[in-house]
């Protein structure tokens, strides 16, 4: 549970996750990233009411990822998954999952999450899994359209720490490495229809916000260009999982493109838009090919020499909605 700055959530978050007749199954890892404000005093007091269930690790800030390494590490659990600290899971899901995860073997389980927006109290649930055609299976049985995010994936504990991988620390996005960074290891995948996790979204510290995409678009770039290092042979296709990796490099391509249509519009990010698209044409070809062929707007700004920047630029902030 990484968990910065979270005293107006972090009751709720904590509160989730105590169902009395499984609390003795959970391990519940507060990882206390740096708060300058409650966030440790709450998380103490839950330690000392359950001491053998909720775990509290406080240490210097070094962003999301250095919070979901830490957690990795200190994880004694059978299964691990995330939850962020201004966020919650379903209490009933909870219950069932974990009778379903106490009987399971596979490498990743994907259940359902929904979004709650804070403004209007509007939901969505999102169901990953809805397509695939299997309750058990492996990676080369899904098929090609499926897509996993953080919010539905629980991964198996010995995975994640015999990987040995690590998320890059003081950077924002970085929960796509956690997407993505693990599917080398992973064969065999469970679907669960379960809607466990509730993602809070709509409030203005957010990193998907306006005002958090435009301090933190720039780590945006460093979290795919990792990636995209690590699956340097993904566009080659030649697994189901490349595949899987390669689909998913060219949708979060086209939402970071999005964001320089979204932030401030200006000279500057214009020149740095521009910048990032010819990385992609001379170093990622193949994404940047079928961004062409898929996606309107980047047809229209490479159409035009990006001198329909500023009216994309309109259309875009309008429409955006996180």
């Given at each position: ?92 899901s909870l219950g069932k999952l974990m009778e379903v995860l106490e009987k ?219």
């Open positions: 549970m990484a968990s910065y700055n979270v005293e107006k959530y972090l009751e709720t978050t904590l509160d989730s996750c105590l169902l009395p007749d499984i609390l003795d199954k959970l391990e519940i890892i507060v990882v206390n990233d740096g708060s300058t404000d409650s966030t440790e005093e709450i998380a103490k007091r839950y330690v000392r009411n359950a001491p053998d269930s909720f775990v509290l690790i406080s240490k210097e800030n070094g962003g999301y990822g250095s919070a979901v390494n830490a957690g990795i590490r200190a994880a004694t659990g059978k299964y691990f998954r995330l939850l962020d600290g201004d966020d919650w899971f379903d209490r009933d399971a073997d596979e490498d990743m389980i994907i259940t359902r999450f929904r979004r709650v927006f804070e403004p209007d109290g509007h939901i969505e649930e999102r169901d990953e899994g809805e397509k695939i055609p299997f309750v058990t299976g492996t990676f080369d049985q899904l098929p090609d359209d499926a897509w996993f995010t953080m919010h539905a994936v629980t991964y198996r504990t010995s995975l994640l720490k015999e990987s040995g991988i690590t998320i890059t620390e003081h950077c924002y996005y970085t929960d796509q490495e956690y997407d993505l960074l693990p599917l080398r290891w992973v064969n065999t995948i469970r679907i669960v229809p379960l809607t466990v996790y509730c993602y809070r979204i709509g409030h203005g510290e957010q990193s998907v916000s306006v005002a958090g995409l435009e301090k933190h678009y720039n780590e945006q770039t460093t979290v795919l260009k990792r990636l995209y290092d690590v699956y340097s042979d993904a566009h080659k296709k030649r697994t189901k999982k490349d595949g899987y990796i390669y689909r998913y490099f060219v949708k979060r391509t086209r939402f970071h493109l999005r964001t320089f249509l979204v932030i401030s519009k200006s000279k500057a990010h214009k020149r740095e838009l521009i910048r990032f698209m010819g990385y992609l044409k001379e170093r990622q070809p193949d994404i940047y090919r079928d961004l062409l062929r898929q996606s309107r707007f980047v047809k229209l700004l490479v159409w035009s020499r990006f001198t329909l920047y500023g009216v994309l630029h309109r259309i875009m902030l309008k429409k955006y909605r996180y």
